[in-house]
Antibody, heavy 120, light 108 residues
Framework: QLQLQESGPGLVKPSETLSLTCSVSGGSISSESYYWAWIRQPPGKGLEWIGSIYYSGSTYYNPSLKSRVTISVDTSKNQFSLKVSSVAATDTAVYYC????????????WGQGTLVTVSS | DIHVTQSPSTLSASVGDRVTITCRASQSIGSWLAWYQQKPGKAPKLLIYKASNLEYGVPSRFSGSGSGTEFTLTISSLQPDDFATYYCQQYSSYPTWTFGQGTKVEIK
């Protein structure tokens, strides 16, 4: 059974960089059939796709966040990571990692999510 | 950019009701639409993919239809476990993936 687990600081100061890692177990991140995605959800609001990465390192970002977001993959550790620079209070959200089917474009496995609060 | 508009934002219904939620895309997205159910404090759960395909293990009272720019999620007979928030998600070229704003199904 595939499992994804987000990890990283729960509190980040304004203007600093948010960094999260998603550890994948029960399957290989190097599968040719999937992208790996980050999605976030501000408290009480809807879902926002942040970006996706293929095991080769190809990345696809939400245009509205592209200037501040970097997603990377470490196939040796079966992990992928998210960095969001210059954070503000509006970046406070639950951050989810998920597996995205490359051919049918749906998210079938999700992590439990981790709340990141931006506050001084 | 392709925008997705989901409606209604809130829906009040009773157990046994037939419920329909709509997603409209600003341009044709073929059949590249998925539906998710989310309960408070939990990650979203996939219900439907490619507009009308039921995910394995999802009850058959859930169904999806549509193509092009208009899509619907139907729950044929609402059950107590179905009170939740539902999101559509579209895929378009670039590639990008976008979620609808969500529909909260509440007890009437």
């Amino acid at each position: 059974q595939l499992q994804l687990q987000e990890s990283g600081p729960g509190l980040v100061k304004p203007s600093e960089t948010l960094s999260l890692t998603c550890s994948v177990s029960g399957g290989s991140i190097s599968s040719e059939s999937y992208y790996w995605a980050w999605i976030r959800q501000p408290p009480g609001k809807g879902l926002e796709w942040i970006g996706s990465i293929y095991y080769s390192g190809s990345t696809y970002y939400n245009p509205s966040l592209k200037s501040r977001v970097t997603i990377s993959v470490d196939t040796s550790k079966n992990q992928f990571s998210l960095k969001v620079s210059s954070v503000a209070a509006t970046d406070t959200a639950v951050y989810y990692c998920a597996r995205l089917d490359r051919f049918l474009h749906y998210l079938d496995y999700w992590g439990q999510g981790t709340l990141v609060t931006v506050s001084s | 950019d392709i925008h997705v508009t989901q409606s209604p934002s809130t829906l009040s219904a009773s157990v046994g009701d037939r419920v329909t939620i709509t997603c409209r895309a600003s341009q044709s997205i073929g059949s590249w639409l998925a539906w998710y159910q989310q309960k408070p404090g939990k990650a979203p759960k996939l219900l439907i993919y490619k507009a009308s395909n039921l995910e394995y293990g999802v009850p058959s009272r859930f169904s999806g239809s549509g193509s092009g720019t208009e899509f619907t999620l139907t729950i044929s007979s609402l059950q107590p476990d179905d009170f939740a928030t539902y999101y559509c998600q579209q895929y378009s070229s670039y590639p990008t993936w976008t979620f609808g704003q969500g529909t909260k199904v509440e007890i009437k």
